[in-house]
Nanobody, 125 residues
C-alpha cells in the first residue's frame, strides 16, 4: 500500500502563487509515475500535470502550461506542484496520484492506483 498526503493549498488572490506538496510513504517512490489532478465543484476530475519516475519528463494540460511546474525529489519521497499566475478558474481540490503499472505519462485518472485526500486551492478575483 501507499499513502499520499497533499499539503500547501489555501486561499490566494488572482495572480498569486502556491506550492503544493505530496508526500508518499509505503512503497518505493521512484517506481511511480506521479500526477496532479484537480476537481472543481460539479465538474469531473481533470488532469493537471504528470512527471516521470526520475523527473526527466513532464506533461501539462493546456490550461496550466507555462504557469504550473511539476517536480519531484525522490530522496524526500515528495512531488511538488508550483502554481504561478493563478486564476479564479484554477479553484479546485487538487489531488496527487501514483501510477506504478506503466511508465506512460497518462492523463487518465483511472490509470492511477493510489490517490491522496486532496487539498483545496481557492483563487479569489
Amino acid at each position: 500500500q501507499v499513502q499520499l498526503v497533499e499539503s500547501g493549498g489555501g486561499l490566494v488572490q488572482t495572480g498569486g502563487s502556491l506550492r503544493l506538496s505530496c508526500a508518499a510513504s509505503g512503497r518505493t517512490f521512484s517506481s511511480d509515475v506521479m500526477g496532479w489532478f484537480r476537481q472543481a465543484p460539479g465538474k469531473e476530475r481533470e488532469f493537471v500535470a504528470v512527471i516521470s519516475r526520475y523527473g526527466v519528463s513532464t506533461v501539462y494540460s493546456d490550461s496550466v502550461k507555462g504557469r504550473f511546474t511539476i517536480s519531484r525529489d525522490n530522496a524526500k519521497n515528495t512531488v511538488y506542484l508550483q502554481m504561478n499566475s493563478l486564476k479564479p478558474e484554477d479553484t479546485a481540490v487538487y489531488y496527487c496520484a501514483a501510477n506504478r503499472d506503466s511508465t506512460l505519462l497518462s492523463r487518465i485518472p483511472g490509470r492511477y492506483e493510489y490517490w491522496g485526500q486532496g487539498t483545496q486551492v481557492t483563487v479569489s478575483s
